[in-house]
């Protein structure tokens, strides 16, 4: 069953050393058809891990550096005026790729931003009157830096909620960064990744991890954590139907990955900070804190 | 609550239980200095202060309160009732009963304020705390209590911001949330238990009250200090709870029952002898075949046909020949209305006529002499002290009566044993009282008035003293004119044994008591012609003047001197605690022995079963201590009973898990359950217990499968439970038989001592 995902596991974490669980958590968010943002530092990696992950998964990668001057249509691609055919024919944008890496975010306009979190949402964009379906394995990586703040318009509350989590890659440790290099001596470019899954496979894959059992148990154990976010006196925010609905799908890729056919309170559990942590209206500094005490307070269904 | 402001509204929960504590104390005695009263209760307030240094609040304030939390409140709660006695003794002041009851309270309140971490504790504590202070300012107008109202207030305000600004905020942002719904994410598991218990004592109480005879209802209602308490005299009661020394007089002759300010009135009612009759039954004169010699006519004209009355013959007789009294003697022919209705402790004997001579049948009544002490009336009250000749030596304390005569009974006042002062009403002319016998007193020229009150103060006879120092009066001259069977003489002597001489009087009394069965309505047959042999010898059982006369001839036959007394006996079963009276009606007419002293003091001799002597009250610190001595003396009798349970039961407590334990197990042997997931199930649940036994329990956010799978070798159940409990409709990768042997290999190899060993792991 999972021969796929081992390969998948396998490439990514060649590509990005030393941060297995990231990759995991990566996973997990592309399985459950989620849309993936990452607060971290310039030169972690975003790139190298959404490149690798594109070229894995064997679609097309597309990149936007996000500018204040980005327009829509620069994301979602525009009409030109064809002279030959008297006709205007569409020009697709970055968008219509399988994997694309939505560089500094809060960088551009909320008008951009919502251009793209529209097409994030629907996984259609409309130009011109025309709907334009995008790839069924549309997945977004979309970064910021949460260093900087002068000239960034941070991402309002509502339009996080369409991320499915939020992760932070982090430092690699000093042997990771030894090794690594140790890889770069005498090479030029980075090498491409073989691609590990075949047409179509992400999509049969997607399918079986929405297939996955939840047990009526867990369901109600995920129905008391989303309402505890509700009442917890530090949370402003909580957690919205459409975030426990994707908390549930990514605790099933959890499971999935996981080489289970059922979904356990532990998997819940393991996703639960990267999932709250982008939806969650929060002080930044006691998310881990107000997660591990709302985990705390419900008890799991034995 | 928002927890920046939790700290804040324990401390002014504190303060405000400690002002009502203050306010409290100075209310329970508003007589005394002010400064004294808060010292008092700093007393309480100040360690209780330096305790909640040390009480760490809890994570989450709607948690259950802590279990030390019960043993503090309790030891709190009984504090005021253990030291009272101590208090009483040592510096001769208590409070009364409702104030014992407000002060354990206000330490149940200071114990809840230790506690305001919780929730809970600092709702209590808050409600206490406002019971106390409304109980102050209603009890005393007290300046004191007056400026701690008006601190209460301020702090009252402060408090009542404080937890509205603090809810506000939890709610305020609760509200903005995405969907406010602010249901409780688990369905409240409602308290069963209490539900249950509140219910049964509720029905209980309803019950007892309603279906169970009327005097349990008072008793139920006695131990609240508001129903008017328990209507015992209590030097330290105030304030129309119990009777203290506060008694209500009254300003109307029969207005208000009785009074003490009472006209005297006359009454023609009958005299006490009649009443002896309708009690015992008549006498009679056993048929005598005697031979009879024909009088001349002037000695015939001297013998009158008529008997004289009773109560006019001038030597009075008790003959222990009687026929049955003619009414039924069942409780229900009580009379309505008593005779006397006394105020004070019970049994109660009074005297009303003592009998000297006995000629084998008959009693007849000792001649009057001068030795029953002289009256003084005592400088500006009414009260007459009467001058004994002997000393305290034999007595323990004194003690007060009232004796309400509703009913008059002639010339008869009556007095209990060993009176010592006495009033009757506002007579205040010693010339009212005479003696008609030692240590009877009656008013020779008048009768008693109905209506007034008789006080009394008598000493109680301390039966340690009496048992070592009674030196009793020997009678030579009437032991030898005394005409007695010479059975019963051999049986007195037998029974006396050899020892001194109240050890041999206590003796005899002893065993009338414990071998003859009190029956009021046996009488000897018509022809007998020696009624106490009868009584003695054969039949065993008779009425209350067989066991006087008995006991008095017996001991008399000794060579000591006694008499006989009929009176009154106030039975402490007979009170009534709805009057708090104790009833004395014709019914309780009563015989007795008396034997004198050296001293010329009449000792009781009380040789019916059934029938008690007034004993001295012991100060409740040595009741404490004799009831501690009693418990030790039958622990030591019963000593290797007690040790072999008490070394049974701590080894059953000290291996109370492994029982449990090996009791699971045989029973996860017996019934594994039907299906795998339940066997996997039970298994869990044991090894669980087993954790939690030994200090490893599962935290409950953790599931099973993460929880097991720390465990060496228990990687294998962790994944069955994980499959039993989430995925209860696929197929599982096992058969039922591998499952089951899971189980037992994880039950066998975690044991509990396994559990114990194994080091504990901080629950990630």
Redesign the interface.
């Known amino acids: 069953m999972n021969h796929a995902a081992n390969g998948l596991r396998r490439t990514l974490n060649r590509a990005l050393r030393g941060k297995p669980h990231v990759i995991e958590q990566v996973l997990a968010c592309l399985l459950a058809r989620g849309h993936l943002l990452l607060e971290d530092l310039p030169g972690l990696g975003k790139t190298t891990l959404a490149k690798a992950l594109a070229e894995a998964v064997g679609g097309r990668f597309a990149r936007v550096q996000c500018t204040p001057d980005l327009l829509p249509g620069d994301i979602t691609g525009f009409s030109v005026f064809n002279q030959k055919t008297r006709e205007f024919d569409f020009l697709p944008g970055p968008v219509f790729a399988d994997v694309l890496l939505a560089d500094e975010i809060n960088r551009t306009t909320p008008r951009t931003q919502s251009a793209l979190l529209e097409a994030m949402a629907e996984r259609q964009v409309t130009v011109d009157n025309v709907r334009h379906s995008l790839s069924p394995t549309f997945f977004v990586i979309a970064t910021q830096n949460p260093v900087e703040h002068h000239g960034t318009y941070p991402l309002p509350e509502a339009q996080l909620d369409r991320f499915a989590m939020k992760l932070s890659i982090g430092y690699p440790e000093r042997g990771d960064e030894m090794e690594l290099l140790e890889a770069a001596l005498g090479e030029m470019d980075r090498p491409s990744q073989e691609r590990v899954l075949a047409e179509g496979e992400l999509k049969e894959l997607q399918t079986q991890v929405a297939r996955l059992?939840v047990?009526e148990?867990?369901r109600a154990y995920l129905?008391?954590l989303g309402?505890?976010?509700?009442?917890h006196?530090a949370?402003?925010?909580?957690?919205?139907?459409r975030g426990l609905l994707t908390w549930q799908r990514v605790a099933q890729a959890w499971a999935f990955l996981h080489d289970?056919?059922?979904?356990?309170?532990?998997d819940v559990?393991e996703v639960a900070e990267p999932v709250l942590s982008v939806r969650l209206g929060l002080a930044a500094d006691r998310v881990s804190e107000v997660i591990h005490q709302l985990?705390?307070?419900?008890?799991?269904?034995? | 609550m928002?927890?920046e402001i939790r700290p804040l509204v324990s401390r002014v929960t504190f303060v405000l239980m400690t002002l009502a504590a203050l306010a409290a104390e100075v209310a329970a005695d508003d007589q005394r200095p002010a400064l004294e009263s808060i010292g008092l209760a700093l007393i309480w307030i100040v360690p209780v202060w330096l305790a909640s240094w040390f009480v760490r609040p809890p994570a989450?304030p709607t948690s259950k309160p802590p279990m030390w939390l019960t043993g503090v409140l309790l030891l709190l709660a009984a504090a005021p009732f253990l030291l009272e006695p101590y208090r009483r003794d040592w510096f001769g002041i208590g409070y009364p009963l409702e104030i014992q009851l407000v002060l354990v309270l206000r330490n149940l309140g200071l114990g809840l304020a230790l506690a305001s971490g919780w929730l809970l504790c600092l709702r209590t504590a808050a409600v206490v705390s406002l019971f106390l202070i409304l109980f102050a300012v209603a009890m005393t107008d007290h300046v004191a209590v007056l400026v701690l109202l008006g601190c209460y207030t301020a702090a009252g305000s402060i408090w009542l911001m404080l937890v509205y600004w603090a809810s506000l905020?939890?709610y305020f942002?609760?509200s903005?949330?995405?969907?406010?719904?602010?249901?409780p994410?688990?369905r409240e598991r409602l308290p069963w238990m209490s539900l249950v218990v509140g219910l049964l004592l509720l029905i209980g109480t309803v019950g007892a009250t309603t279906f169970t005879p009327h005097k349990l209802t008072h008793v139920l209602g006695e131990w609240l200090a508001t129903s008017g308490g328990t209507g015992a005299f209590d030097p330290f009661s105030r304030g129309g709870v119990n009777d203290g020394d506060d008694e209500i007089r009254g300003e109307q002759a029969k207005s208000t029952g009785m009074t003490q300010t009472e006209t005297f009135l006359e009454s023609p009612l009958p005299s006490l002898y009649d009443l002896v009759s309708d009690s015992f039954g008549e006498p009679f004169k056993p048929k005598e075949q005697q031979r009879a010699i024909a009088l001349d006519q002037r000695e015939k004209a001297r013998e009158s046909k008529e008997r004289p009355a009773d109560n006019l013959r001038p030597n009075r007789e008790f003959t222990t020949n009687r026929r049955r009294p003619r009414e039924s003697r069942t409780p229900e022919d009580r009379s309505a209305r008593a005779m006397f209705e006394i105020v004070g402790r019970t049994p109660l004997h009074l005297r009303a006529t003592a009998y000297d001579l006995f000629d084998g049948v008959t009693w007849s009544e000792a001649p009057y002499t001068l030795s029953g002490g002289k009256l003084d009336k005592e400088p500006n009250s009414c009260w007459f002290h009467i001058n004994h000749r002997s000393t305290g030596s034999l007595f323990a304390d004194e003690e007060r009566h009232q004796i309400k005569i509703t009913r008059s009974s002639g010339k008869l006042v009556p007095t209990p044993l060993h009176t010592i002062r006495f009033r009757l009403g506002k007579v205040d002319q010693p010339d009212f009282f005479g003696w008609a016998q030692d240590g009877i007193l009656k008013m020779p020229v008048r009768d008693v008035p109905e209506g007034v009150i008789l006080d009394t103060v008598s000493r109680v006879v301390d039966p340690a003293k009496r048992a070592s120092s009674a030196r009793l009066l020997r009678d030579p001259l009437n032991t030898a004119t005394l005409r007695l069977d010479p059975r019963l003489r051999e049986l007195a002597r037998t029974w006396a044994g050899e020892s001194d001489d109240w050890a041999r009087v206590q003796a005899i009394v002893d065993r009338l008591k414990s071998e003859y069965i009190y029956d009021p309505l046996a009488r000897p047959p018509e022809d007998c012609a020696d009624p106490l042999a009868h009584f003695l010898l054969e039949s065993r059982r008779g009425p209350s003047y067989a066991f006087a006369s008995a006991a008095a001839t017996l001991v008399r036959s000794l060579g000591y001197k006694t008499r006989l007394v009929i009176g009154f006996y106030a039975a402490p079963e007979h009170y009534d605690p709805v009057t708090r009276h104790t009833p004395v009606v014709e019914e309780d007419l009563h015989c007795w022995a008396e034997v004198a002293t050296l001293t010329g003091e009449w000792l009781l001799l009380e040789a019916t079963p059934g029938y008690q002597e007034l004993r001295p009250t012991t100060p409740w610190s040595e009741r404490l201590w004799s009831v501690l001595v009693a418990l030790a003396e039958w622990s030591w009798r019963n000593a290797l009973p007690l040790s072999l349970t008490a070394v049974l039961l701590a080894a059953v407590y000290r291996w109370r898990r492994e029982l449990l334990d090996a009791g699971s197990v045989a029973r996860w042997h017996c019934l594994p359950g039907s299906t795998w997931r339940d066997c996997v199930?039970e298994t869990?649940r044991m090894l669980e217990r087993r954790g939690r036994w030994a200090g490893q329990p599962r935290?409950?956010?953790?599931?099973?499968?993460?929880w097991l799978r720390e465990r060496p070798g228990l990687d294998e159940l962790a994944q069955l439970a994980?499959?039993a409990?989430?995925?209860?409709?696929?197929a599982p990768p096992w058969s039922d038989q591998e499952a089951r042997l899971v189980c037992l290999r994880a039950l066998e190899r975690w044991t509990l001592q396994r559990w114990q060993q194994s080091p504990r792991r901080e629950a990630s």
């Open positions: 059992t047990a148990s867990v129905v008391d309402r505890a976010t509700r009442r006196p949370v402003s925010l909580g957690l919205s139907p289970r056919p059922f979904v356990t309170p532990d559990q985990l705390e307070s419900i008890p799991v269904p034995v | 928002a927890p989450d905020r939890t942002i609760a903005d949330a995405t969907l406010s719904l602010d249901e994410t688990r199930r869990l935290p409950s956010s953790r599931t099973g499968y993460a994980a499959w409990a989430y995925a209860p409709h696929l």
